[in-house]
């Protein structure tokens, strides 16, 4: 991923909060937009387009573009780096590979404790039983 080309390929859009705020909020654009088309992107490589896809499918818009909203702050500059950290972390996180699983035996020592549980419950129950009559 090239973070820099990234960042060049953001489309920025500045729009009105809603809910309360009197009449500042009603003339003020803070809230701000930020979509990145996957599509045309040339910050990932095919393989990450495919992780992205497949990652982010639910939060991607039908032409398939990846939409980031923040309103928490009034100032529209610092709305605009939270939405870019969250975008940033959103797909960081999507490209993550985990890590394949390593199959283990188990310990001798386990092996030794399950089968020693085991003769003592079975033991339990023997001894629960009615003695047989020869």
């Not at 398939?64 to 996180?93: F, H, M, P």
Request: net charge positive; glycine share 2%.
């Amino acid at each position: 991923m090239n973070k820099d080309l990234l960042l060049q390929e953001l489309k920025f859009r500045a729009v009105r909060s809603g809910g309360a705020g009197g009449q500042h909020v009603n003339k003020v654009s803070t809230k701000v937009e930020l979509s990145l088309n996957l599509d045309s992107s040339r910050a990932f490589n095919e393989s990450e387009k495919e992780r992205l896809y497949k990652k982010l499918n639910k939060r991607l818009t039908s032409e398939n573009k990846l939409l980031v909203q923040c309103d928490e702050s009034r100032s529209q500059r610092k709305n605009r780096e939270i939405a870019e950290d969250r975008l940033l972390k959103l797909i960081e996180e999507a490209l993550k590979v985990p890590k394949k699983r390593k199959k283990t035996s188990p310990s001798k020592a386990s092996v030794e404790k399950r089968l020693k549980t085991k003769r003592v419950v079975a033991m339990k129950k023997t001894s629960r039983q009615k003695p047989e009559d020869d």
